[in-house]
């Protein structure tokens, strides 16, 4: 018995997850003697990896499991997902760690608190929606409801409209954004039997956000 790469491409398209892939390029930031970016580095804002704008293509999930940890920086959101990646896809030759997957039929909600004109004030993601904004009261016994402010494409948070929260104010930011995944470990990884024919190949990504921070 033979099995047929096409067939499999075929199945993984009717079935599969819509998703865009951004390849992960280190940083030439990265000084050499001791693997460190450079912390003030604007590109790539010290992370130490650069991603492309991304190519949209089909994967087919095989497991998916997340879970909340807290880290000393804070609540994250982790957990695994097993893809399988079919020959007719960009990613089955160029896949790699650290390239991020971005779910484009899902969403998560997010909540998280801004300082306003802080250097760190902006989403480290770029969000499907938002819905609420608010911050408190001088006492701290209620809540001030603010405006639902626009976006850019680096997550930087503006009001044309009003309701801005006061400068220095810590405020509440909720609304939705789409799932990403970070391609984790030495994957993907070939299927060798059948001779070398181009089988789905198994990849392992991870729902990791530090990274994106």
């Known amino acids: 018995m033979r099995l047929n790469p ?7 398209a009717g079935m599969g997850q819509q998703v865009r892939w951004r390849k992960a390029y280190a940083c030439a930031c990265v000084n050499p003697a001791t693997g460190n970016p450079d912390p003030k580095h604007s ?3 010290g992370k130490g990896r650069l991603w492309d704008t991304g190519l949209q293509t089909v994967v087919g999930i095989v497991r998916q499991d997340t879970m909340a940890e807290w880290v000393q920086s804070g609540l994250y959101e982790s957990g695994d997902m097993v893809l399988s990646v079919g020959s007719d896809s960009p990613m089955w030759a160029d ?8 779910l484009l039929n899902s969403d998560d909600v997010f909540s998280q608190p801004l300082v306003r004109g802080a250097p760190t004030e902006r989403l480290v ?6 819905d609420r904004v608010f911050w408190l009261s001088p006492d701290k016994q ?11 494409a680096n997550g930087n948070l503006t009001w044309p409209n009003g309701g801005a929260p006061p400068l220095g104010a ?7 954004k789409q799932t990403e995944y970070f391609i984790w470990g030495r994957f993907p990884s070939d299927r060798n039997e059948h001779s070398g024919a181009p089988l789905p190949k198994r990849l392992i990504a991870r729902k990791w956000d530090l990274y994106g921070r």
């Open 6 to 12: 096409a067939v499999f491409n075929r199945h993984l």
């Open 170 to 176: 810590t405020y509440s930011v909720t609304g939705k």
């Open 125 to 130: 993601f770029i969000p499907v929606s938002i």
């Open 43 to 45: 590109l790539c804002l």
């Open 95 to 102: 896949a790699g760690q650290y390239d991020r997957l971005v």
């Open 142 to 152: 209620s809540t001030i409801e603010g405006g639902i402010p626009v976006w850019d």
